[in-house]
T-cell receptor, first 115, second 113 residues
Framework: DGGITQSPKYLFRKEGQNVTLSCEQN?????MYWYRQDPGQGLRLIYY???????QKGDIAEGYSVSREKKESFPLTVTSAQKNPTAFYLC??????????????FGPGTRLTVT | AQSVTQLGSHVSVSEGALVLLRCNYS??????LFWYVQYPNQGLQLLLK????ATLVKGINGFEAEFKKSETSFHLTKPSAHMSDAAEYFC???????????WGAGTKLIIKP
């Protein structure tokens, strides 16, 4: 089955540690996205990538970093500079992020707790 | 800048009753519009979308939405609520500059038995 996988489902870290969240898709989609979800705030875009080896900052990129070395993979690193990293993180992909608003397909999410 | 407003962070209806979830957007040009559903601790799933053409859009699970340009609205409806409809619903509008989605804050739908 085609889809998006995110691992792990739950992640716990100590304050001051960097942590990397995995996102893999086998849909052959060009565009991939990372969102952060907090209660009552909807989804906020962290980073997006429209093509391999290229990515752009979203609305809340500070304290996060990404890479897009392969079409199917778009890992997100939450750095120690992120002031409030505890949240639910969602990865998504779409066929094309530049020519038409194709629907976005979402992974199951990773819930990160930093103490 | 485009924005999306979902009226009501929580909506409660009885099983079998009409479901109405409201979404209004601000945009200087006709946007593309989406409704997604999220079940607890899961990712989002597309319910329906409006791009062009017929303004009444039918989606999965018996949901539909109507694009009303004059009211800048895209409300989501379902004639008869089921317990399985309990979830959070998000409205989103596509930015025509770069096709990124701008999200509403979400509405939690509660179904009373």
């Amino acid at each position: 089955d085609g889809g998006i996988t995110q691992s792990p489902k739950y992640l716990f870290r100590k304050e001051g540690q960097n942590v990397t969240l995995s996102c893999e898709q086998n849909l052959n989609h060009d565009a991939m996205y990372w969102y952060r979800q907090d209660p009552g705030q909807g989804l906020r875009l962290i980073y997006y990538s429209q093509i391999v080896n290229d990515f752009q900052k979203g609305d809340i990129a500070e304290g996060y970093s990404v890479s897009r070395e392969k079409k199917e993979s778009f890992p997100l690193t939450v750095t120690s500079a992120q002031k409030n990293p505890t949240a639910f993180y969602l990865c998504a992909s779409s066929i094309d992020g530049t020519n038409f608003p194709y629907e976005q397909y979402f992974g199951p999410g990773t819930r990160l707790t930093v103490t | 800048a485009q924005s999306v407003t979902q009226l009501g962070s929580h909506v409660s209806v009885s099983e079998g009753a009409l479901v109405l979830l409201r979404c209004n957007y601000s945009s200087s040009v006709p946007p593309y519009l989406f409704w997604y559903v999220q079940y607890p601790n899961q990712g989002l799933q597309l319910l329906l979308k409006y791009t062009t053409g017929a303004t009444l859009v039918k989606g999965i699970n018996g949901f539909e939405a109507e694009f009303k340009k004059s009211e800048t609205s895209f409300h989501l409806t379902k004639p008869s609520a089921h317990m399985s409809d309990a979830a959070e619903y998000f409205c989103a509008v596509s930015d025509r500059r770069n096709y990124q989605l701008i999200w509403g804050a979400g509405t939690k739908l509660i179904i009373k038995p």
